[in-house]
């Protein structure tokens, strides 16, 4: 491993394995954008903080297929968050804050005027960094969701739901004797997944993580990994890690951004051990350009 590390430290810029390397200075994105069976397709998307004063990130193409785990990495400040946030319409609630472009989900732009950014957020679900339970028992957790949209109509559905949500988080065992108290109470990791069943519950079809272990211990971060790779059987899962470690265990697909671009999109195995572009090169080997 050391060697390896040495030998791509000796590498003259711009090249890897013989081949050239895309310039630092070329911002428009390498690899491929698009995928068979997208889910989401983003296109042209640039958003502005401080009503339009500062951009964050600019001109941003991307599917996100379904059934896939795609990791978004970079730098901190890159535009991580900020598209992520895009994909369920989360920047909204920020003052100030503009997306233009177009995210394009069953034929239709996110962004159209008609669109209920409620239903909106109930199929495309977040989990936060910080685990953020409602303060309220892990029932209610659960139940508070489904209620809200009317996908339950009275208790017994409810707590099979509860029931369901959980197992699928994988917390139930931890937790079924103790559901009527608070979720406050569970541990870093469990509240995590607390917060996973309680997307879950709603009836997501893509679930966007930003960060969801970088407050949780090593193991605590092992399980919602496994977990991760449980659910993108049913969901689309869009990540975003400061880990590099967690983006190859989770993901198939790997994007790169870099100063609110997004330089580099493909194959996991790909951008980490073959990437096409001097800054992602710059990124992975940890040389910052
Ligand atoms: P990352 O998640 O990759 O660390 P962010 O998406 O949080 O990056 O931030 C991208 C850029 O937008 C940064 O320059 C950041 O300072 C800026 N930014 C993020 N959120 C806000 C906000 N609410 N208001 C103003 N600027 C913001
Ligand atoms: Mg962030």
């Known amino acids: 491993m050391k060697e390896d590390q040495a030998a791509v430290d000796a590498r003259p810029a711009g090249k890897r394995a013989g081949r050239t390397l895309v310039a630092r200075e070329q911002r428009t994105t390498v690899g491929q954008i698009q995928v068979d069976n997208p889910r989401m397709s983003c296109r042209n998307v640039d958003v502005y903080y401080n009503f339009g004063e500062k951009q964050a990130i600019n ?40 997306v233009q472009g177009e995210i394009i989900m069953d034929k239709k ?13 109930a199929q495309v679900g977040m989990v936060f960094q910080k685990p953020n339970p409602f303060p309220k028992s892990i029932y209610d957790n659960i139940a508070y969701g489904p209620k809200i949209h009317g996908l339950v109509q009275n208790r017994d559905e409810t707590d099979e739901l509860v029931e369901k949500s959980l197992k699928r988080a994988g917390l139930w065992r931890e937790v079924k004797d103790r559901l009527d108290q608070p979720g406050t109470g569970l541990s870093g990791g469990q509240q995590q997944r607390l917060c996973i069943a309680r997307t879950i519950a709603v009836n997501p079809e893509i679930i966007l993580m930003d ?20 659910l993108k059987q049913e ?12 983006a190859s265990r989770v993901s198939q697909r790997t994007a790169y951004f870099h100063l609110g671009d997004l330089i580099e999109i493909g194959p996991t195995d790909q951008i980490f051990l073959n990437p096409l572009h001097q800054l992602t090169e710059d990124y992975i080997t940890g040389r910052f350009g």
């Open 211 to 230: 960060e969801p272990c970088s407050a949780l211990d090593p193991i605590a971060t092992a399980i919602i990994e496994e977990l991760i790779d449980e």
């Open 59 to 98: 001109n941003i193409c991307l599917d996100i297929g379904k059934n896939e785990v795609i990791s978004m990495i970079g730098p901190s400040g890159c535009g991580k968050s900020t598209f992520l946030r895009c994909l369920n319409r989360m920047n909204d609630t920020i003052e100030g804050c503009q």
């Open 109 to 121: 732009n996110i962004y159209d005027k008609d669109v209920d950014v409620v239903p909106l957020r």
């Open 235 to 246: 969901y689309t899962i869009a990540i975003v890690t400061h880990s590099m470690q967690q």
